[in-house]
Every structure is written in C-alpha cells, then in structure tokens.
C-alpha cells in the first residue's frame, strides 16, 4: 500500500502561481510513477502531468503545457507541481496519483490516489 497526502492548494488570482505537494508514505517511493490529475464542478476527472520514477520522463496535457511543472525527490518522497500563469479554467480539485507502471499514470488508470487538493483561480 502506498499512502498519498497533497498539500498546497489555495486561492490566487488569474496570472499566479502555486506550488502544490504530494507525500507519499507507506512503500518504496522510487518504485512509483507519479502523477497529478484534476476534477473541476461538474467535469470528469482528467490528466495533468506525469512523472517516471527516475524523472526521466514526464507528460503534461496540453492545456497545461508550457505553464506547469512536475517534479519530484525521491529521498524526500515527494513530488510537487508547479503552477504558473494560472487561468480561472484550472480552477479543480488536484489528486496526487501513483503506479508502479508509468503507463497506468499517464493514462489516467493509478492505482493509489490521495485525497486531493482545492486550487481557486479568481479572474
């Protein structure tokens, strides 16, 4: 079992940035892919970014391209998302996700999920 705890949601303005956090606990990190989705009102929940256990690979979906960063710390056992140049559209919930197959993240089939996160964009 791996357990996944978010942090660093909040409210910010259009045009601003926040970082968001996922802490895993519970087995060896380094084994897991990792990854970030997110739900907004009365959508499906869909895929943000991925991130490979070694880091050497990471996917982002388009709308984010260019303005959101994953990484990750493996001796820390965290992974974060950089969000810059925030819109009102990324307004959602933001869960943290992880598998030991980098191609169950990336499309949106983890196996361990956290309990999510509000991020707010005001315009």
């Known amino acids: 079992q791996v357990q996944l705890g978010e942090s660093g949601g909040g409210l910010v303005q259009a045009g601003g940035s926040l970082r968001l956090s996922c802490t895993a606990s519970?087995?060896?990190?380094?084994?897991?892919?990792m990854g970030w989705f997110r739900q907004a009102p009365g959508k499906e929940r869909e895929f943000v970014a991925a991130i490979s256990w070694s880091s050497y690979s990471t996917d982002y979906a388009d709308s984010v391209e260019g303005r959101f960063t994953i990484s990750r710390d493996n001796a820390k056992n965290t992974m974060s998302l950089q969000l810059n140049s925030l819109k009102p559209e990324d307004t959602a919930v933001y869960y943290c996700?992880?598998?030991?197959?980098?191609?169950?993240?990336?499309?949106?089939?983890?196996?361990?999920w956290g309990q999510g996160t509000q991020v707010t964009v005001s315009s």
């Open positions: 996700a992880a598998d030991t197959k980098y191609s169950m993240v990336r499309y949106g089939l983890p196996r361990y």
């Open positions: 519970g087995r060896t990190f380094n084994n897991y892919a």
